[in-house]
Every structure is written in C-alpha cells, then in structure tokens.
C-alpha cells in the first residue's frame, strides 16, 4: 500500500478537477512527488502483469528544450518543471519476464507462466508484440494522469511528438513504443471545462 498524502484526492474528484494544462508555475518539483506519482502510475493493472512501461523524468533546461523541438515545439515542454516520457519495452519486458511473476507463486507455475508469457508475446511478432505492450502504457498513461492530479499537480498528455527523435534525444532503444510526453507540475491557468459524452451516449445497459 502506498501511504496517501493528507491532500491527496480520491479517485473521483481527481478524474473531475484533471484538465489538460499546458502553463506552469515556474517551481521544481521535488523528487519523492515525481516517484510518487510515478509509483502510483505504476500500481496500473496489465495483461499477465506484463508491466511494460518504462519512464523518463526530464527536468534539465536544455534537455527540455531538445524535447520541445522533437514535439513539434508545443509550449507546455517548455513550460512544466518536470515532463514525463512515458514508453513501453517489450523486449526488455520479455528478457526480464521473471521480474514480473509474483513472488508467491511456486516454482513450477512461474515455469508454465514464463512459457506461456514469452509464448504469447513471441508468436505475435515484433510489431503487434510492441503494439499489444503500448495497449498497456496506455493504462499506465492514465493512471500518471490521474495520479498527478491526485497528489496536487496537474498535467497535460502529448501524443504529438516525433517518436525516432524523442527515443535519439533519451537515448532509448530503437524498439520501444513512446506513448505520451506527459508536462507535470503546478497549474497556472485553469484548462477548458470538461466537453464529455453522456453516458446514454456512451453505454447500452441489457
Ligand atoms: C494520449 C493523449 C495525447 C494528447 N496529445 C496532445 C498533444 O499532443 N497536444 C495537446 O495540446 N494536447 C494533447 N492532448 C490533450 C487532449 O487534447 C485533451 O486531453 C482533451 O481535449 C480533453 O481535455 P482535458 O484533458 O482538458 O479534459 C492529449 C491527450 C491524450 C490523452
């Protein structure tokens, strides 16, 4: 369990107040609230607990600035004290897959679940496996959002980047899927109001 901070927010009034914020106050944020938020992105459920995600805290200015030109210059690079580089490593994911079986299953299950894993992900092939481990960031994609605003920040994600120059830019392996630059920190400007479907237009109930 991670222990929540007295202001954190609980699940439904963070999903409310979260909004896309794309200026920040000018204020670093301090180490253990980047990993808490990281933590808690994490705690996101993935097919056989996979857990491909991976993360890239950039707080350095002209690292920053590089970062911004590979996304198309979108001012909220720029402006977030710390931006999160969200991607997803299948290759990584399955050379390590013992790391994600749980530490209380017997010897002989985590043989099968380590076949069955490996065997699943190797018959799709690299692409649809790459492509099945960015269905999973994207869990996790959500949760950092949720888990930002949660634990007092707010947060806007970027799909809009060059993917070949943010992976040249980190230094990341030429396999793995970015999902989202994800700009953190303390809003200074309140976003657009919430624009949603209904539920009536979003869901049949038989
Ligand atoms: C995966 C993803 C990618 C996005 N990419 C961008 C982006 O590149 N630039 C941008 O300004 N907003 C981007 N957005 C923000 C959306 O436009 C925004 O979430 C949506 O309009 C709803 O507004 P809200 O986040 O304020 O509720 C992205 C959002 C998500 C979830």
Redesign the pocket.
Known sequence: MIESPAASLSVVDAASR?????TFVQQPIPREDLEQIIEVASLAPSAFNAQPWRFVVVEDAALKAKLAAA??N?R?VLSAPAVIVLYTDIVDTIANVNEIMHPGLPAEQREQSVTRIVGFLQEKGEADAESWGAAQG?IA?GFL?LAAEGLGYQS??????DPEAVKQLLGLPANVRV???VAVGKGAEE??P???HPVSRLAKFV
């Open positions: 979260r909004r896309s914020i794309r996304a198309f979108q909220q994207n994609l959002l806007s994600a970027m799909a809009g980047f999902n989202a630059l976003g657009f919430h624009h949603r």
